[in-house]
């Protein structure tokens, strides 16, 4: 079993940046593919990011190329969400999620199996 917090989130100018980050405990997650995903209020859960478990294969949802950068540290049993020149369209709650079968390039939520809680990303304009 895997269990997955999220921290640094929080309230952010338009333009600003944050480093979202997701520590894994219960197992070591560095067979897994991570990803970050996102909901904001009234849609559906939107992917943002995933790495696969060497680190090899990188992929961005639409939102993030260009502005999102994702990375793992084995050794601390955690993954990162880099977050640049941010909008106030982020404004989001952002999950971190894993999945032993999933690839980086799968972008469905229904095929993670471990989560996090979530933590609030606010960018105001």
């Known amino acids: 079993q895997v269990e997955l917090v999220e921290s640094g989130g929080g309230l952010v100018q338009a333009g600003g940046s944050l480093r979202l980050s997701c520590a894994a405990s219960?197992?070591?997650?560095?067979?897994?593919?991570r990803a970050w995903f996102r909901q904001a209020p009234g849609k559906e859960r939107e992917f943002v990011a995933a790495?696969?478990?060497?680190?090899?294969?990188?992929y961005y949802g639409g939102s993030a190329k260009g502005r999102f950068t994702i990375s793992r540290d084995n050794a601390k049993n955690e993954f990162y969400l880099e977050m640049s020149n941010l909008k106030p369209e982020d404004t989001a709650v952002y999950y971190c999620?894993?999945?032993?079968?999933?690839?980086?390039?799968?972008?469905?939520?229904?095929?993670?199996?471990?989560w996090g809680p979530g933590t609030q990303v606010t960018v105001s304009s």
């Open positions: 999620a894993a999945d032993p079968i999933a690839a980086a390039t799968t972008t469905s939520a229904r095929a993670y199996d471990y």
């Open positions: 219960g197992r070591a997650i560095s067979s897994l593919t």
């Open positions: 790495i696969n478990w060497g680190g090899s294969s990188i």
